[in-house]
């Protein structure tokens, strides 16, 4: 008897404790704040479809439409159309160290001009340029696109490509954040002293890394599958809510 009395005035010492008027308020302004983070992530979400994810789309068609200026083009100087120029490399800067990585040409046009090129890495042209080259330049809406050099040909990061299913895995990790922050900020304003499991250790944080993960992967294989970019979030989201089921289930007490 005197074992369960103390058990029971130590449960009763630790449940004032933890319902506290403090940390109640704690808790209430926690979750404000993420409340405040979801709509954040929110708006970012929906200026990923409606802006972002639409404007790259139409440039890249815009880009893939685009036909060799004529001469009438040239001298009024239109950047709509693709226009070509020789240009003498003057140096080349094709570095990978750790996390740094810089794939660059200076290019020069007579005395007139003089500008630098960035690539995503280093092959296939840039690898063999030498300062004195000659190369080729294919530039559209004042930007070079291309550099080719006895047939071979490297596009710039300038280029428009049709990776549109990256933007719209971005969009829909920031919806699913946007709805983790909403869910984890209303239990807490609700529930102040009762919101577990929805914590950051550890179901919070297993779930964002886990929606991260999804999200790229399902985005980077739908750029290698070549499938239409809609078809990322009708992978995404099913997955990352069966990911935070699993994770809800493995963390449920067993009896």
């Given at each position: 008897?005197?074992?369960?009395a103390?058990?029971?005035s130590?449960?009763?010492?630790t449940?004032?404790?933890?319902d506290?008027?403090?940390?109640?308020r704690?808790?209430r302004r926690?979750g404000?704040?993420l409340?405040?983070?979801s709509?954040?992530?929110a708006?970012?979400?929906?200026l990923?479809?409606?802006?972002?994810?639409p404007?790259d789309?139409e440039r890249?068609?815009d880009y893939?439409?685009?036909?060799s200026c004529?001469s009438?083009e040239?001298s009024?100087?239109?950047?709509?159309?693709?226009s070509t120029?020789?240009?003498t490399?003057?140096?080349?800067?094709?570095?990978?160290?750790?996390?740094?990585?810089?794939?660059?040409?200076?290019?020069?046009?007579r005395?007139?001009w003089?500008?630098?090129?960035?690539?995503?890495g280093?092959?296939?042209?840039?690898?063999r340029?030498?300062?004195g080259?000659?190369?080729?330049?294919?530039?559209w809406?004042g930007?070079i696109?291309?550099?080719?050099e006895?047939?071979?040909r490297q596009d710039t990061l300038?280029?428009?490509r049709?990776?549109?299913?990256?933007?719209?895995?971005v969009?829909?990790?920031a919806?699913?954040?946007?709805?983790?922050c909403l869910?984890?900020g209303?239990?807490?304003l609700v529930?102040p002293?009762?919101?577990?499991?929805?914590?950051?250790?550890?179901?919070?944080?297993r779930l964002?890394?886990?929606?991260?993960?999804?999200?790229f992967?399902?985005g980077?294989?739908a750029?290698?599958?070549r499938?239409?970019?809609w078809?990322v979030?009708l992978v995404a989201?099913?997955?990352?809510m069966?990911?935070?089921l699993?994770?809800?289930v493995?963390?449920r007490p067993?009896r």
């Open positions: 008897m005197r074992a369960r103390a058990t029971a130590r449960a009763w010492a449940a004032r404790h933890t506290r008027p403090q940390d109640r704690r808790a926690t404000v704040l409340i405040l983070l709509l954040a992530w708006v970012a979400c929906c990923v479809f409606a802006r972002w994810l404007s789309g890249y068609q893939r439409a685009a036909e004529s009438g040239l009024r100087a239109d950047t709509d159309c693709l120029w020789h240009l490399v003057e140096k080349t800067v094709n570095r990978t160290a750790g996390k740094e990585s810089v794939h660059d040409a200076t290019l020069t046009y005395d007139s003089r500008g630098t090129v960035h690539f995503n280093s092959g296939p042209l840039l690898e340029l030498r300062p080259d000659r190369v080729t330049a294919t530039a809406r930007e696109m291309v550099l080719a006895d047939g071979v300038e280029a428009p049709d990776e549109l299913q990256m933007n719209a895995a969009g829909v990790l919806g699913l954040v946007a709805a983790q869910v984890f209303t239990v807490r529930r002293q009762a919101h577990e499991p929805l914590t950051w250790e550890p179901y919070g944080r964002l890394f886990s929606v991260i993960g999804v999200c992967a399902v980077l294989s750029v290698w599958a499938v239409p970019w078809t979030p989201v099913p997955s990352a069966g990911a935070a699993w994770f809800r493995r963390l067993r």
